[in-house]
């Protein structure tokens, strides 16, 4: 028997906000707790421990009945969230899944690796800049690509994504970034008021800050895309 995972919520279909899978429908997974904590963590509800009665364990039996019954029985890409879902067994969850047609995309900081991770579709690995007073540990994240198969090449797609909030936070991503050269970047600036309304000018700004900054560096090999959801919903939940 698979062991439960601990999860915080599901809820889609909607569009995937962010990244390499911007616009795309999508049914979130999100899992409950996380080994980090970023100052701007923009999901609380499925980090702090204060939450934990709101989350439930369940199995992926029922993750993938919960799934196909939002989705109508039609696959579609499910999204890993979290928290950080890679604490989370996931095995069981991602082949079953498959053997129905769906495809799974997770995005993690990269801090935490399984065997799992090859049998995903996507695999988006954000770690975290110094804005969010987190510490990378590089051996932790290369565990991680190595787990996804990237060596074989016949693992998950493998991209990067940055959350970048002032010019240190730039730095970190390029300097992160020619560490592994082969991966696609994605860069999006951080969403500094979490709680309430969004401050959609605020993030403009930042977006056109952000823009300028990159095209003087003449870096032209990375992807800069606002997040999507925040412009369309603000800061709401389960959307
Ligand atoms: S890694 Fe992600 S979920 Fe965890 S605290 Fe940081 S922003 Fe929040």
């Known amino acids: 028997m698979s062991e ?18 911007i616009g795309r429908p999508t049914v979130f997974v999100r899992t409950g707790g996380c080994d980090y904590r970023c100052s701007w963590c923009d999901t609380l509800h499925a980090v702090d421990s204060e939450y934990r009665d709101e989350w439930t364990a369940m199995s992926a039996k029922d993750i993938m009945s919960k799934v196909e019954d939002l989705s109508g029985g039609k696959p579609l890409t499910i999204t890993l969230s979290g928290g950080n879902p890679a604490i989370q067994p996931f095995d069981t969850l991602i082949q079953l899944g498959h053997e129905k047609g769906y495809e799974f995309a997770m995005e ?7 065997d799992w991770f090859s049998k995903l579709d996507v695999l988006i690995l954000s770690p975290k800049p110094p804005s969010s007073g987190m510490d990378t540990d590089w051996i932790d994240f290369y565990q991680c690509l190595k787990k996804a198969g990237f060596e074989k090449s016949n693992g998950p797609d493998i991209l990067l994504k940055f959350v970048i909030f002032d010019k240190e936070d730039y730095l970190y991503a390029k300097d992160a970034s020619s560490r ?29 800050w952000l823009i300028d900054l990159t095209v003087k560096d003449q870096w032209y090999e990375v992807t800069i895309l606002p997040q999507l959801h925040v412009m369309i919903w603000g800061n709401e939940k389960g959307v």
């Open 180 to 208: 592994y050269p082969y991966l696609p970047v994605f860069l999006q600036p951080g969403n500094h008021q979490v709680d309430g309304d969004a401050d959609q000018e605020g993030l403009m700004q930042k977006m056109r």
């Open 4 to 21: 439960n995972i601990r999860i915080s919520e599901i809820f889609g279909p909607t569009i995937q906000g962010e990244g390499a899978l």
């Open 108 to 114: 993690t900081q990269g801090s935490v690796s399984k």
